[in-house]
């Protein structure tokens, strides 16, 4: 294995490359020019394999260090600073490998964006802060490094009176302290992105929404579903309010994905007998009913990492965005959906990005079959089409037939994994849909696409079903 990382010549730059030849004499340094920059490209070999791990690959550098950074940004909901906004106060934070190592605040009353650093103290706080607002400044910078394609950098971030984080820029090249170098040349010669060591496990909890088919409107599914249990109901937002609409199922965990299509179809079963009626009709997708966006959450009992997020938004992302519905998918971004958006667990983390693909049981199949292929495998995924702008452009819009041309690479990328033709005809559903431009029904009552049986009772709005008030129990990977 050989890690690249690249570094703007600098003071920074001199002391790193001195430091990476005492851990390893080997390290070879070399010139780059990324746009009109000198960089020092290190090349730190590790055991000798052919793999080569690149940390800040260059195409990722270019985004982050032209103007498109901000476009890239406001797709990922983070605010660029204004006068109008109020800025209160300043915040820098070192983001590596999704982690904030070091976060600084401004202790200057001038808090414009023109101000010279030079005039005011940057005070070192703890990352871990429990503050609310440490956790919104730590949130937006990772989301900023991550979204331009970067494992390491710096993020200038401000916080306004509406308590909002705004994004002022990246820096991928930092001015940094002997200590900080210290903890990125560990981080480079550890070295990174280990595969894990036990068989992957996965879990799921993906969403699904009621309607009532004499009247077409949404049905509460908190009107029939415990919060608690293999099947409840999972919460919204609403200013002011919060109601629990959405039906969530929390099947059994399990190594094989296959194992874990089936612990769904026995949720389904489960979940019929709360909710005997045939004509309120269970529909999975993007976005099936207005305003209420729904996810197919993915868990993985591994840890979480920058290369790990980028393997699941090129090679799972991509496949199930050209599979969605064109129309509500569109609507669901608007909220939901980011690449790479993810949530610790304390056996792993959930994956979030992708809508709810429980619409038919080919099609859940052939996604927790890939969704394990490429984490089993993430460190032969390496390509990230995002740090191309028009990539994301056509992401965020929905274009699908822009990201169509790049699905041949990626499928002949994932069906040349090893362990791929063990999944084979369980991928074939996912491989027909994308290559043939077609889209996933949602709405088509999942229900009958998994072949459960349907009770004939019929639901009458004037009955009242019991609420349940215990509390939601997250899916957990053992």
């Keep these: 294995m050989t890690v690249k990382f690249i570094y703007a010549s600098g003071e920074t730059a001199t002391r790193l490359s001195k430091m990476l030849l005492e851990y390893n004499r080997r390290t070879e340094i070399s010139e780059q020019t990324i746009g009109s920059t000198s960089h020092k490209l290190f090349t730190i070999p590790h055991k000798p394999t052919q793999k080569i791990i690149e940390i800040n690959e260059p195409n990722a550098l270019r985004l982050a260090l032209s103007p498109a950074a901000k476009q890239v940004f406001q797709w990922h909901r983070l605010d660029a600073p204004s006068s109008a906004q109020n800025i209160i106060r300043e915040y820098k934070v070192i983001i590596m490998n999704l982690v904030p ?26 990352a871990e802060d429990d503050d609310k607002e440490i956790k919104r400044i730590t949130a937006a910078a990772r989301i900023a490094v991550q979204a331009l394609g970067l494992d390491f950098a710096l993020a200038h971030v401000g916080f306004t009176k509406l308590r909002k984080a705004v994004i002022f820029e990246v820096d991928p090249s930092p001015a940094l302290t002997p200590k900080t170098i210290k903890t990125l040349v560990n981080f480079l010669t550890a070295p990174p992105y280990r595969v894990a060591k036990e068989e992957v496990k996965l879990g799921a909890d993906p969403e699904f929404i009621l309607i009532n088919r004499d009247t077409g409107k949404m049905v509460p599914a908190s009107r029939f579903l415990p919060r608690q249990g293999k099947v409840g109901c999972d919460s919204i937002r609403i200013p002011n309010r919060q109601q629990r609409p959405i039906g969530e199922l929390r099947p059994e965990p399990s190594a094989s994905p296959l194992i874990l299509a089936e612990n769904i179809r026995k949720t389904l079963l489960q979940g019929v007998r709360l909710l005997p009626y045939s004509n309120i009709q269970w529909v999975a997708g993007s976005q099936p009913t207005n305003n209420y966006p729904i996810g197919g959450h993915i868990h993985f009992n591994v840890d979480c990492s920058s290369k790990l997020l980028r393997a699941l938004d090129n090679y799972l992302a991509i496949p199930v965005f050209l599979m969605e519905n064109s129309t509500t998918s569109s609507m669901r971004r608007t909220k939901y959906g980011l690449l790479s958006d993810f ?4 056996y792993g983390f959930e994956y979030r990005t992708i809508s709810s693909w429980l619409v038919s049981p080919e099609i859940s199949k052939g996604v927790l079959c890939l969704a394990k292929l490429i984490v089993d495998n993430y460190m032969e995924l390496s390509a990230n089409y995002f740090t191309r702008i028009d990539v994301q452009r056509a992401f965020y ?7 169509r041309n790049l699905y041949p690479e990626i499928w002949q990328t994932i069906t040349a994994l090893p362990d791929a033709k063990k999944y084979a005809s369980h991928l074939e559903p996912i491989n027909e849909l994308c290559r043939n431009a077609k889209e996933w029904d949602e709405s088509k009552d999942i229900r009958e696409t998994w072949g459960i049986p349907i009770p004939k009772k019929k639901y009458r709005a004037e009955n009242k079903s019991k609420k349940s008030s215990s509390t939601r129990v997250n899916v957990r990977i053992r």
């Design 101 to 126: 190592l070091r976060v600084w605040r401004k202790s200057s009353g001038d808090t414009s964006s023109d101000v010279d650093d030079s005039n005011s103290r940057w005070i070192l706080i703890k």
């Design 343 to 346: 949530r610790l667990k304390e």
């Design 397 to 403: 819009s929905g274009d699908k037939s822009y990201l």
